[in-house]
């Protein structure tokens, strides 16, 4: 874990989070700083591994991706090979957009992103349900999406 971050680099942070292709030049004004402190603390940033990465968040429903699912799956745990080659098959498949192991009743949640409820049942039934040591699936469809963040949450940095 990261010793001590300033408010001023939660406010880097927090900017870069909503809009990560600010230029160095806007995001200093932002967080009060000229330019090149700026430029030092986001390196810095990026040294320490606190940014990992930067990306594009694509419209999934203007690139005819309509149905999401969380998928619950029981996989059987009686050989490690068997359960390595379930988490490789996963990463492998590109429908899979986040796979979280789980504590509970099942051992992975997956959310799962295709065109419609035809590709649904094809990812379904011909990849996940063949994919190696699966137990048992439980599919909830999403309605509505209230909320859909990237953003974490950083208050807690100035309680340090």
Known sequence: MLQR?????RRILETLQVEGQLSNVDLAARVGLSPSPCLRRVKALEAD???????????????GLDVVAFVEVQVDRHN?????????AILRDPAVVTCQAMTG???????????NLDAYAEFTMKRLLKM?????????????TLKDSTALPLAQ???R
């Open 5 to 9: 971050l300033s408010r001023t680099d």
């Open 105 to 115: 009743a099942f051992d992975y949640l997956l959310k799962v992103v295709v065109p």
């Open 49 to 63: 591994g606190v940014i990992s990465g930067y990306v594009a968040l694509l419209d999934r429903r203007k690139l």
């Open 157 to 159: 940095l100035d309680d």
């Open 132 to 144: 190696p040591g699966v137990k048992d699936v439980r599919s909830s469809f999403v309605l509505e």
């Open 80 to 88: 490690d090979t068997v359960a390595d080659a379930f988490r490789n």
